[in-house]
């Protein structure tokens, strides 16, 4: 089945915004399991084959959900270049690498990214977390207790207890130097 490009973009770029929080159960259930990232490099970004390569050789090593961005007026090999891995959505890694590019860039053009990291077997789903909170959460987490994380920044926190949601919370905040974090987990 074909999926339009549009709501493919939509489902890639949508942050985890939960109205509950989910059981660890159930978002256990959604987790990907595996270290390593397949590359998806994206439609228009006109690489040469061999810069297509080196990222693919790259990205596969790095962990899902991730994205690089590249500086069109420089090219691949140059300090430009950013890879922002280990988000719990590729939009927050969209927007991490282009703003690092962004940053180091000397060309005039913006940053533009030109390829995703994702774990194998990808499609949406409810809930995303880095590869990272995946891992802690399936060998850690245990109920009571709660999984909060950062959108924005890819940090987030596991605790245990009654009031694991607000001190979840409140680490990850720490963690992340953010205000954003959020309960994706809680029992």
Same mark, same amino acid.
């Given at each position: ?52 390569? *080196? ?10 959900? %991730? #994205?690089? $961005? =590249? @500086? /069109?007026?420089? !090219? ?56 990272? *909170? ?10 009571? %207790? #709660?999984? $909060? =994380? @950062? /959108?924005?920044? !890819? ?33």
């Amino acid at each position: 089945m074909k999926v339009p490009i549009s709501v493919l973009c939509l489902s890639l770029l949508a942050a985890p915004v939960l109205a509950e929080p989910m059981t660890g159960k159930a978002a256990a259930k959604l987790m990907y399991r595996g270290e390593g990232a397949v590359v998806q490099m994206l439609d228009g970004a006109g690489l040469p084959e061999a810069d297509v390569t *080196a990222l693919t050789m790259v990205g596969t090593g790095q962990p899902w959900y %991730g #994205a690089i $961005a =590249i @500086s /069109p007026d420089e !090219g691949l090999m140059v300090e430009a270049t950013v890879a922002a891995v280990n988000h719990h959505t590729i939009g927050a890694a969209e927007t991490a690498a282009r703003q690092g590019c962004d940053a180091k860039r000397k060309g005039k053009a913006a940053c533009v990214v030109v390829a995703h990291l994702l774990p194998k077997g990808w499609k949406p789903a409810d809930l995303t977390l880095s590869q990272d *909170a995946t891992a802690a959460l399936r060998k850690e987490y245990k109920a009571p %207790g #709660a999984l $909060a =994380i @950062s /959108p924005s920044t !890819g940090s987030f926190a596991l605790t245990k207890g009654e009031a694991a949601g607000d001190l979840a919370v409140q680490t990850c905040n720490e963690k992340a130097g953010t205000k954003d974090c959020i309960v994706a987990v809680q029992d």
